[in-house]
């Protein structure tokens, strides 16, 4: 058998921009879009006036996916380090946007959406990047490294009438 598996990806890895995509994701997919942290720290990035329309947006794509969507995004909690392989896809597909390769973004949101992204969600996250263009921050497309099958980091046997 040939698995194939992602390497562990870290978000500092992924620099600034990636890591503020990231973090306002996950606060506003869990709820947490109005908490005093997350609001001020897009008010720094973005400006005053701009801080909560970039947040605002980043909330519209997470409900777009949560509430469209056909399949539940797999997303680490606030402050985690790792990356899950959805988070992953949504930094590519910011990444995407804010290359201009709109099939590239298209791709990934399909991918998140498990269906066609309709066109008000390509324009959420068209809005989102160039935002952050503006903001002088870069969405860099993660680096994803493919190794074969590695053994499981614990092992768990199952033991039913002398079977294992």
């Not at 609001?39 to 400006?47: I, K, L, N, Q, T």
């Not at 996250?125 to 490294?145: D, R």
């Amino acid at each position: 058998m040939n698995d194939q598996f992602l390497d562990d990806v870290f978000l500092p890895d992924l620099g600034i921009a990636a890591g503020l995509a990231v973090w306002g994701f996950r606060a506003c997919a869990r709820g947490g879009a109005g908490c005093c942290t997350v609001v001020s720290g897009f008010s720094r990035a973005f400006g005053e006036r701009n801080g909560p329309r970039v947040l605002g947006d980043v909330l519209n794509f997470a409900r777009f996916i949560g509430h469209s969507g056909r399949r539940k995004v797999a997303l680490a909690m606030p402050g985690c380090a790792r990356l899950s392989s959805d988070e992953l896809s949504i930094i590519a597909c910011l990444a995407a946007g804010q290359a201009g390769d709109r099939a590239l973004m298209d791709a990934h949101l399909t991918w998140l959406m498990a269906s066609s992204p309709p066109a008000d969600l390509s324009d959420t996250v068209l809005a989102i990047t160039s935002a952050f263009q503006l903001a002088g921050l870069e969405i860099e497309m993660p680096e994803l490294v493919v190794s074969a099958s590695r053994p499981a980091r614990s092992s768990i046997v199952a033991v039913e009438s002398g079977h294992a």
